[in-house]
């Protein structure tokens, strides 16, 4: 199964849509809960990230029977150095992210912590991508 | 476990969103007005304490199953929070206490910490 879902940069009030559709059809499979959570929370975080950060970008599911795969590509600023990125703590957010409750440098590392594979590409002025892994089983 | 009922009263709050069980037993609370803080936690049947009233505050609960809300500082969750919020069955509370005093007075009921 394959589903692609759109997402808007700088709107807060649609951020997250994305994954809450992820979650829906998750629940529709029986997916065990722990591993819909774990999934999710990673898939939220990314997609905030995007809405934080990016133009536009755009979440690509797909669900075989073992594994979900998902690939959060934006169109932005890129990050210069990832394994900073990856460092707890760190954050580039602006003002207003933080008003909304994000922004404290949390982000990418709680994907990692939620998803079996992670792996983040970027390029400066161009774009990130993230690919997430989870097991079903 | 505390009941739901006991918190309205305890707190003196409104139940605005949901079809509140008052007879629901909850058994631990997470105070934040930091998303990113609350999507670090993984625990089940669990109370939100924030003064952060905003979509996502709604969106990050939907993601983690977090079934009670509490809004402390008066508040309020906008018409737009209510609609989601019963759209994933998450009950919506308000109340006028501090978040200190909120949560001094739920540990006094017995909610257990997080960490």
Do not use: W
């Not at chain 1, 995007?50 to 600023?77: C, F, L, R, W």
């Not at chain 2, 069980?21 to 930091?34: I, P, Q, T, V």
């Not at chain 2, 978040?99 to 997080?114: H, I, Q, S």
């Amino acid at each position: 199964m394959e589903f692609r879902f759109e997402i808007e940069g700088g709107n807060f009030s649609k951020a997250g849509t994305a994954s809450s559709e992820v979650k829906k059809i998750l629940k529709q499979l029986n997916v065990d809960p722990k591993i819909i959570k774990r999934t999710v929370v990673s898939l939220y975080e990314a997609e905030v990230n995007v809405v934080a950060h990016a133009y536009e970008g755009e979440m690509n599911v797909e669900i075989i029977p073992d594994k979900v795969s998902v690939t959060i590509q934006d169109k932005g600023p890129g990050i210069p150095d990832i394994d900073q990125a990856m460092q707890e703590g760190y954050s580039t957010a602006t003002p207003k992210v933080r008003e909304m409750g994000f922004g404290a440098g949390m982000g990418l590392p709680n994907i990692k912590k939620n998803s079996d594979q992670l792996n983040i590409s970027s390029k400066v002025n161009v774009g990130t991508i993230v690919e997430i892994v989870n097991y079903l089983k | 476990m505390v009941k739901v009922a006991d918190i309205v009263n305890k707190l003196n709050a409104r139940i605005v969103c949901g079809k509140c069980d008052l007879d629901r037993k909850l058994e631990f609370g997470f105070a934040s007005d930091l998303m990113s803080d609350v999507l670090t936690i993984d625990t089940e049947n669990l109370l939100l304490i924030t003064g952060m009233n905003n979509l996502q505050t709604i969106r990050t609960s939907e993601m983690l199953d977090i079934s009670h809300i509490i809004f402390v500082r008066d508040k309020k969750a906008s018409k737009e929070m209510q609609e989601l919020a019963c759209e994933h069955g998450i009950a919506l509370l308000e109340c006028g206490y501090s978040m200190f005093r909120a949560c001094a007075a739920l540990n006094e009921l017995g909610l257990k910490p997080v960490y």
